[in-house]
């Protein structure tokens, strides 16, 4: 796949086949594409938690809110969860400060996801206490976001933005819609 085909393919993915296991391998692979990109001042100071048991991720997800623009909604139902997460943390012992990185990683997760057929969810709307204490993650770790990962079971589609209206919506068979800014919208000329 081309990068703009996986780019494309990339959508938060909110609903999952929650039975089929992303295994150990996988999640490890995704995480060393994270390894593997770019660091601000080659810090690497990000660390992850890697969860794929029913009964871890039944806890974790606990933790989580979901798709703030669906108030009505609540998130995924048993059934449609995710089979697994990647926690992202900065080891603040190495440094606060961790730039841009957390989202270089993230965003090589996902698309290495998508390559494996995949999908996933950046979520940083977690109750960060609760979480803490259900991994056991020790205070020098500050907790930046759950990536949510696991087969789709949502079709996501991109449509042009109406009246810079950025709320995403589900028409009446589920589909996701994500309105997204024209090209020539985000490009500035300063003559």
């Avoid at 079971?153 to 209206?165: A, C, F, G, N």
């Avoid at 919506?169 to 800014?181: I, S, T």
Wanted: net charge neutral; proline share 4%.
């Amino acid at each position: 796949m081309k990068l703009k085909e996986l780019v494309l393919k990339n959508r938060s993915y909110r609903r999952f086949y929650q039975d089929v296991c992303v295994e150990d391998a996988d999640l490890r692979e995704l995480v060393d594409l994270a390894r593997l990109g770019a660091s601000a001042r080659n810090g690497q100071t990000i660390r992850y938690f890697l969860v794929n048991t029913p009964h871890e991720n039944e806890k974790v997800f606990q933790t989580l809110s979901w798709a703030g623009y669906l108030k009505e909604w609540g998130g995924p139902e048993q059934g449609e969860r995710p089979s697994s997460y990647i926690i992202q943390v900065n080891d603040e012992l190495l440094s606060k400060n961790y730039f841009c990185d957390d989202g270089i990683a993230a965003q090589n997760i996902l698309l290495g996801a998508v390559e494996k057929g995949l999908g996933g969810c950046i979520l940083r709307a977690f109750r960060e206490k609760e979480l803490r204490v259900i991994l056991n993650i020790p205070a020098r770790f500050k907790i930046i976001q759950v990536i949510a990962i696991g087969k789709p079971k949502e079709k996501v589609v991109i449509e042009p933005m109406k009246d810079d209206d950025i709320k995403y919506w589900r028409d009446e068979k589920g589909v996701h819609h994500v309105p997204k800014r024209d090209l020539d919208d985000l490009i500035l000329s300063f003559d």
